[in-house]
């Protein structure tokens, strides 16, 4: 449930549920909204399976046809190996900073504001109000004040911090600061939504118990938010790996800070190089469903929504 | 906590505050820049760019099919992603957990994936890429967040009440028009909304269907590579203060709501 606590998933208080029916109203209101998921989202996978498996036809120029051609896997991934590992070490690193800004800002929220309700609600509209702003605009602030003429390279060379020639932007460091940045509220969410519940006695409860406020954090609040911890890392992890927005040259990247979904874009819908495009797809795909069945996995089904 | 415990989060938190808002205080701050063309230093300030926001060629244009794209996809995500919310609250029925997990995995699934996926099933049916093609795609996102937010709602729905309903006679079309739904609309609301936002916003999915129409975020990928007018920055401050106040009113409405409730 803590998964889609930034849709708004845990605020509303459950009460005991109706015994379900079976009836075939059920199939009535399932079947419109089923179908077009199949059809709009198995399918486009099933075609990214025929399409990754595809040759180029001999005859045309740019076209391809259907084949069994699984040696496309092979070549992108030799090709685009150190993508790959790039997109997972800046997602992983983007996610653990997002966590260490993110965890205490929900604490913050959902613990220390209790007191104050009002405040608190204000407090979770600075934290989703980013979304209200085209995240490319967002994006593009941050670009321009790393620039060369912008605030902080000035601060940083009147220092010396930054060598004369050497820019900010460009860099791992702005992809990696871009992608924590605009990721952040899906950190903050879940977690607040794991510690807006927590019952504050057992936590004066540890106090009275001697426990030290490292204890009562490392005992008590740490076990109690770890299903916000883990749906936020994912709800973070997953949008970091696939972006190309931070990592692209126009934004907060560079050539050689590409992206796995850089290379995708770029051999979709700029080389038209569909095959190779579906295969790297298919196997992000591959990645991210390793980990959300492991997460499945500790959650079981009925906790998804 | 206390003592020095109590200080230090409340300063770490008002700092990280700052970060989230300074790109937004940016933006909105270069929809006042005296720019002739490109909007990258400060000029001075004006407030003409808000008065010609339509001047910058493409923008409104874009800004127009974006409104559109959101309004529908937002009708038709939220009309199936409300029928599912209830039919998983209150029937039993087989495939319980495939439907849970086709309805769970396109959020778990990156963008990128999403649209290249798309774009791949549209490029072999043979349908042209456009605005029609976008709406598709936006639905199909938009519907699963849809079926959370609004399911939240129907599981903290009393029961009782529409039992009532059915024992003064109440036809189910009458119950479920007079009862239900007017219960369901703060959560249908909430989805339609976030739907929309969602919508409003997307780039990548967009990107990889759009084909030749323009939409808004797709019009400042292109523009950021000759420099983003400062009309662009104007249309999304506007669209940024019309949804805070909306959030806003809601936030405040529910507050009185509630201690309205509270002091019955």
Partial sequence: MAFTAFAGGASAPAVEPAARRRSPIALFLLLPGIFYLVLFFVTPLISLVITS??????????????????????????????????????????????LLIGFPLAYFIGITLRPYPLVQSLALVLVIAPFFISFLLRTLAWKQIFSVEGPVAGILSSLGALPPGATITGTTFSVIFGLTYNFI??????????????????????????????????????????????????????????????????????????????????????LQNFPAAAALSLILMAFILVLVAAYVKRSGTEDLL | MKGFGKYAIWAYSIMAFVFLLIPIAYTVAFSFNDSRRTNIIWNGFTLDNWFTVCEAQGVCEAFGNSLLIGLAATVLATTLGTMIAIALVRYRFKFRNATTLLIFLPMATPEVVLGAGLAAQFLQAGVPKGIGTVILAHTLFCLSFVVVTVRSRVVSLNPALEEAGRDLYASPVQVFWRITFPMLLPGIVAAALLSFALSFDDFIITNFNRGADVTFPSYIYTAAARGI??????????????????????????GIRRRRLASV
Avoid: C, K
Avoid at chain 1, 57 to 76: E, H, K, M, R, T
Avoid at chain 1, 234 to 255: C, M, Q
Avoid at chain 2, 232 to 241: G, L, Y
């Fill in chain 2, 229 to 254: 007018p400062a009309e662009a920055n104007v249309i999304a401050s506007a669209v940024f203060f019309l949804a805070i106040a909306l959030v806003l009113i809601a936030q405040i409405s529910a």
């Fill in chain 1, 185 to 270: 509220p899906f950190m903050v969410l879940p977690i607040y939504a794991t510690l807006v519940s927590l019952d504050l006695r057992l936590l004066e409860a540890s106090n009275d118990l001697y426990g030290s406020p490292a204890t009562t954090f490392r005992t008590v609040t740490l076990p109690l938010s770890a299903a916000g911890v883990m749906s936020g890392t994912l709800l973070t992890f997953i949008p970091a790996a696939g972006d190309y927005i931070n990592a692209s040259r126009e934004f907060l990247g560079a050539t050689d800070t590409a992206m796995i979904g850089n290379v995708i874009e770029a051999n979709f819908l700029v």
């Fill in chain 1, 53 to 98: 498996l595809q040759e180029p036809d001999p005859l045309i120029f740019g076209q391809y046809v259907n084949a069994f051609n699984w040696q496309n896997y092979v070549s992108v991934m030799e090709q685009y190996w150190s993508h790959a590992l790039r997109s997972a070490g800046y997602a992983a690193l983007a996610t653990l900073f997002a």
